[in-house]
């Protein structure tokens, strides 16, 4: 079992000092990998006709004008400060940027951190912050889909061409490529569609706050999906993004918590259900709070999953 640490890009304090002491301080412990997530401009939550997918009253969502970093733009400044750690989103928004502008921000961060990216991606969730942006909601699958084929064009081909629905191209250079070709693919989301995009693109699917049995039934569907497009699910790895909070957490809704042996025993269910990486949300008072967190963690929890 691998973890991984939330990296401060929302909220109060999105600061330089608090990005370098959480970064370096779990690199420092042996996590696996550092994340960031993905929002850009949007309304206030209670005026959304879109659902957040992880409260039914949108109460989940930060107020409009809450600080929101970059999630690539902070995966690079870190990528500079760290040597060793894995940098993800979870998960990027593919329809918020152009394929293109997108596949060199992401060859950037490959480069600039010597193979360390990847690429946690979905298709998004709040209408509203697609029109914020001037992108198209509509088709958004189908549009993520080839972004997707657009990015391994451009990281495999010497010279690249493409002709797709929305993004067309020939004979162009794209350099530097990313270290390997390729940057792990990690999807995200909770559809049938979702499951199908991780058995074409994905190397991990990647869910977000479920339980350990919705885990497991959603790995099913993956399995499943993988079956019908002839892909072998052990090629695979089973990933998710939860919340880490010592003073009591809620299983239902992917928030691991409580005393130290209800921690282990928490993370052994998900660890049965399939689970090889997880990335949290590390709750705490302040960033002081966090890191008290994230060292009790990587002491009282970790060294029983090597």
């Known amino acids: ?44 939550p209670a005026t959304l006709t879109s659902k957040y997918p992880y409260a039914d009253d949108n109460s989940g969502f930060p107020p409009a004008g809450s600080a929101w970093l970059d999630c690539l733009g902070t995966l ?9 750690v894995l940098l993800g989103t979870t998960v990027l928004i593919l329809g918020y940027r152009g394929a293109v502008q997108q596949a060199k921000s992401w060859a950037t961060l490959d480069h600039l951190s010597n193979g360390r990216a990847i690429m946690g991606v979905g ?3 709040m209408k509203e912050e697609f029109e914020a942006v001037g992108r198209p909601w509509d088709n958004r699958g189908a549009r993520a889909d080839e972004t997707l084929e657009v990015f391994k ?9 493409y002709e797709g629905t929305w993004t067309s191209f020939r004979d162009i250079g794209f350099s530097p490529k990313p270290v390997k070709n390729h940057i792990p693919v990690w999807v995200g989301g909770h559809s049938p569609a979702a499951f199908t995009r991780t058995a074409v693109f994905g190397d991990a699917f990647h869910a977000a706050f479920g339980s350990p049995d919705l885990l497991s039934q959603q790995w099913a569907a993956v399995r499943e999906a993988c079956d019908v497009v002839e892909r072998d699910s052990r090629e695979l790895e089973l990933t ?33 259900a399939g689970l090889t990486h997880a990335a949290f949300f590390v709750l705490g008072r302040g960033n002081e709070g966090r890191l008290e967190a994230i060292n009790r963690f990587a002491e009282e929890i970790a060294p029983n999953f090597t």
């Open 1 to 44: 079992m691998k973890f991984g640490v939330h990296l401060p890009d929302a909220g109060r304090d999105p600061s330089r000092e608090a990005m370098i002491n959480i970064a370096t301080t779990a690199e420092s412990l042996g996590y696996a990998s550092l994340w960031s997530s993905d929002h850009i401009a949007w309304p206030d």
């Open 153 to 161: 064009v451009l990281f495999e081909d010497d010279l690249s061409s």
């Open 240 to 272: 998710s993004l939860f919340r880490l909070n010592f003073d009591g957490g809620n299983l239902d809704e992917g928030e691991i918590g409580g005393g130290t042996e209800q921690v282990i025993d928490q993370i052994g269910r998900y660890q049965e």
């Open 123 to 125: 298709v998004g969730w």
């Open 76 to 84: 690079q400044f870190v990528a500079g400060i760290t040597e060793r």
